[in-house]
């Protein structure tokens, strides 16, 4: 048990790992927020999009 902790201890995957995922939660967090923020924006572009393509 003492090798596994001392192993453990000393690996540094584990914090690569725990880096990328705040790092992708971060993106997603900003991602959806920018989605909320420029929503009505949005859905008049792809309205125009699909006028502009004999779309409703």
Do not use: K, P, Q, W
């Not at 995922?21 to 999009?49: C, D, K, T």
């Amino acid at each position: 048990m003492r090798d596994l902790i001392r192993r453990l201890r000393h690996d540094d995957r584990a914090a690569t790992a725990v880096e990328y995922a705040i790092i992708a939660a971060i993106v997603g967090v900003s991602l959806i927020g920018a989605l909320v923020f420029f929503r009505e924006e949005l859905v008049n572009l792809f309205r125009r999009i699909a006028a502009a393509l004999g779309g409703n």
